[in-house]
Nanobody, 116 residues
Framework: VQLQASGGGLVQAGDSLRLSCVAFISTFSDYFVAWHRQAPGEQRELVAALVAGGRITYADSVKGRFTISRDNAKSTVYLQMNSLKPEDTAVYSC???????????WGQGTLVTVSS
């Protein structure tokens, strides 16, 4: 299963970006979706997840600024990022998964750099 992420780039603090991740899988709607990020020298962390029943989880650091969404018809998950901060600089990776013991599929990551 291939996931292709895009939308990263170099922006200034306060700007917005929208990340996209296309999943090349016919059963995309059966999967939960999530975005993670990894900053230089840091561990990967969960940014946002959209799971069963439409429940959404956000990292405290992005609440009110980031929005995760999905379009099942396009097999795509999005991450709208507003009011970006330099501390949001990281490689952002998308993930689709079903749950414990099931396969997890990752995208290749897209770099977001926020300058002050």
């Amino acid at each position: 299963v291939q996931l292709q992420a895009s939308g990263g780039g170099l922006v200034q603090a306060g700007d917005s970006l929208r990340l996209s991740c296309v999943a090349f899988i016919s059963t995309f709607s059966d999967y939960f979706v999530a975005w993670h990020r990894q900053a230089p020298g840091e561990q990967r962390e969960l940014v946002a997840a959209l799971v069963a029943g439409g429940r959404i989880t956000y990292a405290d650091s992005v609440k009110g600024r980031f929005t995760i969404s999905r379009d099942n018809a396009k097999s795509t998950v999005y991450l709208q990022m507003n009011s970006l901060k330099p501390e949001d600089t990281a490689v952002y990776s998308c993930k689709i998964y079903r749950g414990l013991g099931r396969p997890i599929y990752w995208g290749q990551g897209t770099l977001v750099t926020v300058s002050s």
